[in-house]
């Protein structure tokens, strides 16, 4: 870990400057994205969407009224729930929105995913003709002014745009991020580079839940869940204008690490949809963007549902922000640079399958520690997931780096966007299985919490087991693919020379 850490320190100054205004911005990237998975049930009863359930009447507590939570919790019909009392005097349950159910789903997941992933095709077609930094300004730019629009949404169907809107600025930042990264870090420092990059993913993952748990506590102005919203926008702003004015557009540099030169003036965009259909159809890469896109459904199941399912055990919102405001923090973060630092040295003694020997094993680790945050009582449940994180999301910029480098670099910024295209619209839509898992096992009989619980032993722990196994196929057809990735590169570097010494 601190080897890999060093390796990076052997960068330009500059480089490393480059990187962290590229995490900052990620982190905001992510935070903005999974600030509706943590305040989604004060949003329902609000702007009144998703499903309707009976739960304490809100000027009542649990430590006044011991059992009072259960008691409301097992009463499904509305018209009991509303005329029910605990032998108190006045309604002691309510039948009120509680931020889950299909709707929720639809606007967590597709509603930002497709747009998000097909968003991010074109703007990679552009990154690979214009200036990244400049379009990456932009992009963040204008996801903060979404994420601020939405803290004043009054209406489902305004909260429906405002994510849509979300999806596409967002769509721009890891493809020119880690296509800046590359250029920026040669081979060797690539994987921890983007290790550090995608730190992002879990500041801004656990601060989602920091904003979203204590902000909505605060209730600013008696505003509540929308200064969730209004606060993360402000430091977007800066950061989009921090890029644009600081950041220099490198000399984009092939696979290898040697500079390209005007490696895309001569690329048409026909010519680039076809490079880019040819290497996307290698078996390899096939492989790695199905395992990918399994291994992301699982980590995005269990991110849009987390708060849910936390509440649905009886805890309240400041014990989930206590916890869930560090563990992916430091889990994560650690998961990432240590992934990237193992593949990175033992890539050198045996080459990119090595990378792919990282994915299996971490994956297959972390899913006993995945089902420990299921199966385990809190606070018990919340420390499973940190050994869970450490492991279980070294994928991510492993992953990444295969990608980046079976693909040709005229087309890195394109083929980095319909990788994630791929992934995330995959992985992006099968949090909409958790509500018919969580019907089916409530219809065998298990309590709503149980079958929550049922359904994320499937769509969390299931999946990383599911993707380490994809990932091991991917074994058998990467070093045929790896070769002839390099004698493309090889031939295609030589027709450029030969083109520019004319």
């Not at 090595?354 to 297959?364: P, Y």
């Amino acid at each position: 870990m601190a080897g890999g850490t060093l390796q990076l320190l052997k960068a330009q100054k500059y480089s490393l400057y480059v990187l962290l205004i590229l995490m900052i911005a990620f982190l905001f990237n992510q935070l903005d994205r999974f600030a509706l998975g943590i305040v989604s049930k004060p949003m329902a009863q609000e702007i009144h969407f998703g499903d309707k359930v009976c739960m304490t009447n809100h000027t009542l507590k649990e430590s006044t009224y011991p059992g009072i939570d259960d008691f409301c919790k097992n009463i499904t019909s509305e018209d009991i729930c509303v005329a029910s009392d605990y032998n108190i005097s006045t309604y002691s349950c309510q039948w009120n929105y509680d931020g889950s159910g299909l709707e929720y789903q639809i606007v967590a997941g597709p509603v930002f995913i497709v747009i998000y992933t097909l968003a991010g095709i074109p703007l990679g077609f552009a990154a690979d003709q214009y200036s990244r930094k400049t379009l990456l300004s932009i992009c963040a730019i204008l996801w903060s002014l979404m994420i601020l629009l939405m803290g004043f949404v009054q209406n489902y169907w305004q909260l429906v745009l405002t994510r849509f809107g979300l999806g596409i600025w967002e769509a721009g930042c890891t493809p020119f991020a880690a296509s800046l990264i590359a250029d920026y870090f040669d081979t060797e420092m690539r994987a921890s580079a983007i290790g550090v990059y995608n730190w992002g993913i879990y500041i801004g993952y656990s601060l989602s839940y920091a904003v979203g748990n204590f902000i909505t506590e605060a209730n600013i102005n008696d505003q509540g869940w929308r200064w969730s919203m209004f606060l993360p926008a402000i430091p977007g702003f800066v950061v989009g204008v921090i890029i644009f004015f600081t950041v220099k557009e490198p000399q984009r540099k092939a696979t290898s690490g040697k500079a390209e030169g005007n490696i895309n003036v001569s690329i048409s965009k026909l010519s680039k949809i076809k490079l880019a259909a040819v290497n996307f159809m290698r078996p390899s890469v096939l492989l790695l963007c199905f395992a990918g896109s399994i291994r992301n459904a699982g980590g995005y199941v269990w991110a849009y549902n987390t708060e849910p399912y936390f509440v649905a055990i009886k805890q309240t919102r400041h014990q989930i922000g206590v916890y869930m405001s560090w563990i992916p923090l430091v889990g994560g973060s650690l998961g990432v640079v240590l992934g990237g630092f193992i593949s990175d040295r033992i890539v050198k003694k045996r080459g990119l399958y090595a990378r792919v020997i990282v994915l299996v094993v971490s994956q297959l680790v972390a899913a006993p520690f995945a089902a420990g945050a299921l199966f385990l009582d809190p606070p018990w449940a919340y420390i499973s997931l940190i050994p869970s994180n450490i492991f279980g999301e070294m994928w991510i910029g492993v992953c990444m780096t295969v990608v980046v480098e079976l693909i040709p670099s005229s087309i890195r910024t394109t083929g980095i966007a319909i990788y994630l295209l791929i992934i995330s619209n995959i992985g992006g839509n099968i949090p909409l299985l958790v509500p018919p898992f969580t019907e089916a096992f409530q219809n065998m009989g298990y309590s709503k919490a149980d079958a929550l619980r049922g359904a994320l032993y499937i769509l969390f722990p299931g999946l990383y087991v599911a993707g380490s196994l994809l990932f091991l196929l991917t074994m058998f057809v990467l070093k045929r693919d790896a070769e002839k990735a390099k004698r493309d590169e090889s031939t295609y570097q030589q027709l450029q020379e030969d083109t520019q010494d004319r």
